[in-house]
């Protein structure tokens, strides 16, 4: 039986730097060590524009959860997000070389690497390899096609592609801290892991993740992964908007929107009056609530406009029966699920990481999806390949492998 397993994830985050420390029983469960957050200084859009402000900020944050924890930490798994991750379709088709045609654990890695095997656009690298479905002799829709009998195995992916220079820098900061990158994580599979379930991913859902300098989305057809990506815009975008258009500091224009903003303007009510504080001792003066409404909405319509336009411009179609899921902390602005709702034109609600054991209910908060989800994430890659080697070990030839190795091609890569 292996050893319980300590580990961490760091969302490094345009607003909020956030930090988990778990441990990883060798049955999978996740038990919550420590957690925190810091505000982030370094970091715009979510890229790391000051490395020094970074190291520093990173730092206090993973001493902070080490001292919660009562661990220390060398490594980590590290969310990265923003408009430079892309997902980009691709294939590989190989012959099945086996006497008897049956198709085994190398065909499929022969057909992934073939997969990869493209010219990756300069200053990319492949975060990845997402397998959407295999195909063998033309039948489509096969998740799992071990034991199967066929003469040519193609494979679909989904290759996560990111920046070279901007995980570069991630890497440089967590290094000059005086840490290891365990791995890099696509954020948007961060989310996905702590808040969809099989059947949304089943029946299509659209992920949103509205930050503070990005918001970065994820989008399932059939369950499997079709578009990953993200916008330079987020809740900070709207907070800029208020703070202009009031005539007011920054900080002011933050407390107003989670206060009192409402992105929906049918839901606020005209007669509702709210207390503008003023800089200065002056006292505060009243004004509608619908004209703080009114300066909210039009951005978050544009965020959510520019998504759909994402997704028009990748070409992503398919039924979405499992509609909207908003997470990240611009999710908690009011009205966003039914903004959301009404321009994309399909339910929505808002994501909910799971109550993992050791986790404050503080904490099952829209906002930790990415941290959560990368250690949930990285607990179930080593749960299915510690499950796939101890059942191929057993008996190589029994069903327990094919069910067991769905899982392990899904996470290896
Ligand atoms: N209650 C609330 N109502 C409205 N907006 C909120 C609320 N709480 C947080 N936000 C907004 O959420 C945004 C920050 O979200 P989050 O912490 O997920 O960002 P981040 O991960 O640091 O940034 P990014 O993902 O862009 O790198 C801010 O713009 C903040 O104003
Ligand atoms: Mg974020």
Redesign the pocket.
Known sequence: MSADKVMMGL????????AVICTVGSDGNIMVDGIC?RP?EG?R??VIVNIEQTIKTITSVINEAELQAGANIQSMIIGV??NHIEGIPSQGVVGINAKDQEINREDIYRSLEVARAFELPLEREILHTLVQEFRVDGRGGIKDPIDMLGHRLESKVLIVTASSSICQNARKCIQRAGFQVQRLIA?QLGDAEAVLSTEEKEMGTILI????????MIAYVNGAPVYTGGILM??????NDIAYLLNKPKVIA?SL???Y?NCHLPSVDPQEMILIPQVGNLPSIKMPKKELSKIIEPRMAEIFSLLQVELERKQVRGSFGGGIVL????????G?TELASEVFRLPARIGFPEALHGLDRSYIN??YT?TLGSVMSEARRIRDVAGSANTVHRDKKSRSVSKRLKGFFRTIF
């Open positions: 969302d490094i985050g345009s607003s909020w730097v956030r957050e982030s970091i859009q979510g997000g923003g954020q993740n509205i930050g503070g300098g990005t918001t970065n987020g809740g900070s975008h709207v907070t933050e929107k989670c206060d903003g997470v990240g902390g611009g999710a908690l602005l009011s966003a829209p906002k990415v």
